[in-house]
């Protein structure tokens, strides 16, 4: 499609587990965005990557996240040791550069710990 | 610290009334902000957007308004159509920077 795709979309995790959840941004779109909503809270941004600069990893939760994005396209969010805590929606989003543009958005992966 | 607020978490309007969402900001920095609309299960869809230069901003039945001296900005859909019901996030950002910060969303539910 030529959309925004995420997978899974949905996944159940026991605590302590590691998870991986990808994100294929739009054709062409060079910036690209992790946000997550945990619930009953707005869009939390985590990390953002521009073409092939270093990405700004300044949202990231703590050290059990991290996030790559291979050739410029294709990006996996990886949570280690997950904890209850992590348990929301974590959306992806891409653009066509980065600075006061629209942002569009994926379905989400919905991750629950249990 | 939330840069971004929108002070109410729900709002219920008849069908063909005016739906009026509000957003605060406090960072001065921040010269364009965008709505976005959510329906459940899916991702944010872009709305409209507004940049600090304007202080309204059209789009058939949806308008943005932006009040930077009380850094507040709102939107308005007239009418209001049953299928508006969604969650409303407002974002704020400064041009030439990449950063988007969300408000925690207004649930907007029209009745018929």
């Known amino acids: 499609g030529a959309g925004v795709s995420q997978s899974p979309s949905n996944k159940v995790t026991e605590k302590g587990k590691d998870v991986e959840l990808r994100c294929d941004p739009i054709?062409?779109?060079?910036?690209l965005y992790w946000y997550r909503q945990s619930l009953g809270q707005g869009l939390e941004f985590l990390i953002y990557?521009?073409?092939?600069?270093?990405?700004?990893k300044s949202g990231l939760p703590s050290d059990r996240f991290s996030a790559e994005r291979t050739g410029g396209s294709v990006s996996t969010l990886t949570i280690q040791r997950t904890q209850q805590e992590d348990s929301a929606v974590y959306l992806c989003?891409?653009?066509?550069?980065?600075?006061?543009?629209?942002?569009?958005f994926g379905e989400g992966s919905r991750l629950t710990v249990l | 610290d939330q840069q971004v607020k929108q002070n109410s978490p729900s709002l219920s309007v008849q069908e063909g009334r005016i739906s009026i969402l509000n957003c605060d900001y406090t960072?001065?920095?921040?010269?364009?902000f965008l709505w976005y609309k959510k329906y459940p299960a899916e991702g944010p869809t872009f709305l409209i957007s507004?940049?600090?230069?304007?202080d309204k901003n059209e789009d058939g039945r949806f308008t943005v308004f932006l009040n930077k001296s009380a850094k507040h900005l709102s939107l308005h859909i007239v009418p209001s159509q049953p299928g508006d019901s969604a969650v409303y996030f407002c974002?704020?950002?400064?041009?030439?920077?990449?950063?988007?910060?969300f408000g925690t969303g207004t649930r907007l539910k029209v009745l018929a």
């Open positions: 989003a891409s653009s066509l550069q980065g600075s006061a543009g629209e942002l569009f």
């Open positions: 054709s062409g779109h060079t910036a």
């Open positions: 960072n001065s920095m921040f010269d364009y």
């Open positions: 990557f521009q073409g092939n600069s270093a990405p700004d």
């Open positions: 507004i940049s600090s230069i304007k």
């Open positions: 974002a704020a950002s400064r041009s030439g920077t990449y950063k988007y910060i």
